[in-house]
């Protein structure tokens, strides 16, 4: 039983550590393209 319930508090602990990797890549990602959208937006004022 103790094995049971520390393989499930190491599951959680795995799935919560991942998701908010999951949600900090997303972040990354969206600044990203939000400075590639800027730079578009200032070249083509430029031409």
């Given at each position: 039983m103790?094995?049971?319930?520390a393989f499930l508090m190491l599951l959680s602990?795995?799935?919560?550590?991942?998701?908010?990797?999951?949600h900090g890549a997303g972040q990354d990602?969206?600044?990203?393209g939000e400075a590639v959208s800027d730079t578009a937006k200032e070249v083509q004022k430029s031409m």
């Open positions: 103790k094995h049971s319930i602990m795995v799935y919560l550590v991942g998701c908010n990797t999951i990602i969206e600044r990203g």
